[in-house]
């Protein structure tokens, strides 16, 4: 079973650049990388999605290697309302062949004043 | 608001029951995900839909159920239900291109069992 691994949690100080790593060695070859925010007792929230090399967007950028095996995703100047726990998503075609998705095991972002 | 919808919000019940989560997608997606969130699993992939047709499947339980209506809801059955299945269950929903789709999640509905 392919596992997708995230460290388990961060502290930042307000204004600092935060990059999360995820681990994702049997991504299946033509899916696409997402990251997800999540507050406590609240569904996911779409932060940003990549193929390969770097994707910017107004809130993240990520950055993914040529061999897709891992995917950072790059947080500009966080505010304490960033605090959150911060998912990645991968598609995986490994085992038997049938296609899931499988989410990172999610890092806890602490953004302190 | 992401535009999903599900209800209920809270479902509190016995252990050997029988309940029924309903999800609504946003206006115009035809792709409809549920996924199980606990404290010591995180968040696992349930079941995905896609105009009707299941698309893809996790490590869903032979006692869960899922199916999407041809008005593009889906409805999750779980069955003979144990403690270890209370958790959050969010639906998501999403419009495919290609490979690329942003899943939009709804609420989710927390489910005690007792």
């Known amino acids: 079973l392919a596992k997708t691994t995230q460290p388990i949690s961060m502290d930042s100080y307000e204004g600092q650049e935060v990059n999360i790593t995820c681990s994702h060695n049997n991504i299946a070859t033509n899916d696409y990388i997402t990251w997800y925010q999540q507050f406590p007792s609240q569904g996911p929230r779409f932060i940003i999605q990549g193929y390969k090399t770097k994707v910017t967007n107004e809130v993240a950028s990520l950055f993914i290697p040529a061999d897709r095996k891992s995917s950072t995703l790059s947080l500009p100047r966080v505010s304490l309302s960033d605090t959150a726990v911060y998912y990645c998503?991968?598609?995986?075609?490994?085992?038997?062949?049938?296609?899931?998705?499988?989410f990172g095991t999610g890092t806890r972002l602490k953004v302190l004043a | 608001d992401s535009g999903v919808t599900q209800t209920p919000k809270h479902l509190i019940t016995a252990t050997g029951q029988r309940v029924t989560l309903r999800c609504s997608p946003r206006s115009g997606d035809l792709s409809v995900y549920w996924y199980q969130q606990s404290l010591d699993q995180g968040l696992q992939f349930l079941i995905q839909y896609y105009n009707g047709e299941e698309r893809a499947k996790g490590n869903i339980l032979e006692r869960f159920s899922a199916q999407q209506f041809p008005d593009l809801h889906s409805e999750l059955n779980l069955s003979s239900l144990e403690l270890g299945d209370s958790a959050l269950y969010f639906c998501?929903?999403?419009?495919?291109?290609?490979?690329?789709?942003?899943?939009?999640f709804g609420p989710g509905t927390r489910l005690t069992v007792t």
């Open positions: 998501a929903s999403s419009v495919e291109v290609g490979y690329s789709y942003e899943q939009y």
């Open positions: 998503l991968v598609g995986d075609r490994s085992g038997s062949g049938t296609y899931k998705y499988i």
